[in-house]
């Protein structure tokens, strides 16, 4: 079992930054990937970012890809998502996840979720 608190979300304007952190507690974190996911009003959860258990490898969807950055502090239990020139399109709640395995795919396999974070970018 795994249990995953996000803190970081906020207000900012369009062309803002935001971080958002993961603390996780539990399962031994470095044994297994961790994500982000994220849920529009309206819409379905989608994947934003992954990354392995090692921290080498990470994964973006394509609407992030070269603005926002993953990273995990295994030493600390930790995984953030640095969120850099943010867009209207970017207001979301933001999930963290854990995968079951030590690499994030297939999406489907995150097994465990936080509460979620509320991003709202204004233009």
């Known amino acids: 079992q795994v249990q995953l608190v996000e803190s970081g979300g906020g207000l900012v304007q369009a062309g803002g930054s935001l971080r958002l952190s993961c603390a996780a507690s539990?399962?031994?974190?470095?044994?297994?990937?961790m994500g982000w996911f994220r849920q529009a009003p309206g819409k379905e959860r989608e994947f934003v970012s992954g990354?392995?258990?090692?921290?080498?490898?990470?994964y973006y969807a394509d609407s992030v890809k070269g603005r926002f950055t993953i990273a995990r502090d295994n030493a600390k239990n930790t995984q953030s998502l640095q969120m850099n020139n943010l867009k209207p399109e970017d207001t979301a709640v933001y999930f963290c996840?854990?995968?079951?395995?030590?690499?994030?795919?297939?999406?489907?396999?995150?097994?465990?979720w936080g509460q979620g974070t509320q991003v709202t970018v204004s233009s």
């Open positions: 996840a854990a995968h079951k395995n030590p690499f994030p795919t297939p999406v489907t396999d995150f097994l465990y």
């Open positions: 539990g399962r031994p974190f470095g044994a297994y990937a």
């Open positions: 990354i392995s258990w090692t921290g080498e490898l990470t």
